[in-house]
């Protein structure tokens, strides 16, 4: 966003003060919104910066709405940017005081404007600025309205840089930022507004061109649901797909289950799961619509190639194949995700431990090919990876997108906000989901909805997105109608009917 700014004005030839009263029209027109009373008691707290500029801008807006406003800044006014000082200067003409931090007399207010920091900051916010957003938070204002950013919440993936500020909303210019996607600064920011000011799509181009390296990612939204696969009037069971779980232990069968559940509510016609004999009882009661073939673990420990032809005959019948939910981590696992891995020439999702046995066993990633899939969290990560699991939640993109361009591969990297790093180098997040969804069993469904969209035909990188999507909006649903607290991964499966049910009547309007 800072090139696509520099393009629009320095290339293109906007002037920045004709989109820096966008930008402000446009915070006041959130603060407005949002007021009780022009009584209330605004602060516009600023730094001396463009972002701050956007502060100064907005409170000139609102003092001549008749608003009893406040600015206090912090930082050298007179090494401040170009347009804080003409900003400023305008204030000051109009009646409105500029008081700086350490003049200032602490109190109270109803409305907060929080422009201190914007895109630019980077590093820790440490000494005066600390103390002044602690100040600030304790002012206990009843509405807090970000500028571009929470200050203190990196734009480039959503840490916290030593302190920040929490936001009721967040009015950012252009295009969302990935520090307001991803957490913890997702959370910081409260609701996020995305403000036309005026950036043409040529300073995007423009920027990009002279950026080839920078993140860019994208998410999908309610009117993607018209890419779920079309259900043919004229069709039948193999119509829409065959898929292949292989998984589970012994008496393990619940992962197995989820993921056959979940495929099946996704719209696949035929579900087989491969899983040990102990299973079957169990299998066939909860789910009896499933194919279900078993095989002797002992015995396939003992002599795996007895069994290799029958394996890849499975595989060969599916159009999309689960690997890993539940399987253990016994002896015998290792040959048989290397059996499946080289077997399949369908989409292959691989998940749980068969991801722990790839990273025990490294060899096995000499068998990824391009229509690998894998799905760790961030513990699974940690362990394919080497790397710790701070290290990787704080760089979850980078962490994704170096693993599947160094393999070739699509990674999915869950979290509270996950990544998608696509084969063809595009990152997806996705912004579904929420915390009811924090459940043994969850990530099994997500397999079960992947492999069921693959084996329908979709795009498998299209595919991907809209079952992850998919995914965080069957949880969504649940949590609308049911709460945070008390859902079963069985019914994350289920409401996935529900999500669908609703998305096919908005594809077909």
């Not at 949002?34 to 008691?41: A, H, N, P, V």
């Not at 950036?199 to 994208?218: E, N, Y």
């Not at 992947?450 to 979709?458: E, F, I, K, N, R």
């Not at 499966?493 to 096919?504: F, I, S, Y």
Request: glycine share 10%; hydrophobic share 45%; with cysteine.
């Amino acid at each position: 966003m800072k090139a696509i700014d520099r393009t629009a004005i320095q290339e293109i030839g906007i002037p920045s003060l004709v989109l820096m009263e966008r930008a402000a029209m446009a915070v006041v027109e959130e603060v407005k919104k949002r007021t009780q009373s022009q009584d209330d008691i605004i602060w516009c707290a600023c730094g001396c910066g463009n972002n701050g500029a956007d502060g100064v801008a907005a409170a000139r807006m609102l003092h001549l709405a008749g608003y009893p406003v406040v600015i206090v800044f912090i930082g050298d006014r007179e090494k401040g940017s170009r347009e804080f000082q003409l900003q400023a200067s305008i204030a000051e003409k109009l009646g409105i005081g500029l008081i700086e931090y350490g003049e200032f007399i602490p109190g109270s207010c109803d409305v907060l404007v929080d422009a201190v920091f914007g895109v630019g900051l980077s590093r820790s916010v440490e000494g005066e600025y600390r103390e002044f957003l602690q100040m600030l938070e304790d002012a206990a204002p009843r509405l807090t309205v970000a500028v571009d950013m929470p200050s203190g919440i990196s734009s480039d993936n959503g840490q916290i840089l030593g302190t920040a500020l929490r936001a009721d909303v967040t009015v950012t210019f252009g295009w969302e930022k990935l520090g307001t996607v991803l957490f913890p600064g997702r959370e910081y920011a409260g609701q996020v507004v995305i403000a036309d000011i005026g950036f043409p799509q040529m300073a995007f181009d423009l920027a990009q061109q002279g950026s080839p390296d920078a993140v860019r990612a994208f998410t999908f939204e309610p009117e993607d649901w018209k890419r779920l696969p079309v259900r043919r009037s004229y069709s039948n069971k193999g119509s829409f797909g065959k898929v292949l779980v292989v998984a589970g232990s012994k008496n393990m069968g619940g992962a197995a289950y989820l993921s056959a559940l979940a495929a099946y509510r996704t719209g696949a016609g035929l579900v087989k799961i491969l899983t040990v004999e102990e299973n079957r009882s169990f299998l066939l009661t909860r789910l009896p619509e499933a194919i279900l073939e078993t095989y002797d673990a002992d015995a396939f420990g003992e002599e795996p190639e007895d069994y290799r032809e029958r394996f890849e005959q499975d595989c060969e019948w599916a159009d999309a194949v689960v690997l890993g939910p539940g399987l253990g981590q016994e002896g015998y696992v290792r040959n048989l995700v290397e059996m499946i891995l080289t077997a399949a020439c369908t989409p292959v999702i691989v998940d749980a431990d068969a991801l722990n046995m790839i990273a025990a066993n490294s060899y096995l990633t000499a068998y990824y090919t391009e229509n690998i899939i894998i799905t760790p969290h961030l513990g699974e990560m940690a362990r394919l990876t080497g790397k710790s699991i701070h290290e990787i939640q704080k760089n979850l993109i980078p962490a994704a997108q170096e693993y599947a361009s160094h393999y070739g591969i699509t990674c999915i990297l869950k979290d509270a906000a996950t990544a998608a790093a696509l084969r063809d180098g595009r990152i997806y997040i996705n912004t579904s989901g929420n915390s009811a969804m924090a459940k043994a069993g969850s990530g099994d469904v997500l397999t079960g909805i992947l492999a069921a969209l693959l084996a329908q035909g979709m795009d498998e990188m299209e595919g991907t997105v809209l079952g992850i999507y998919l995914h965080g909006a069957a949880g969504d649903w649940y949590r609308k109608k049911k709460g945070a607290y008390s859902m079963l991964a069985g019914e994350l499966a289920d409401c996935v009917a529900d999500v669908l049910e609703q998305a096919a009547g908005k594809a077909e309007g």
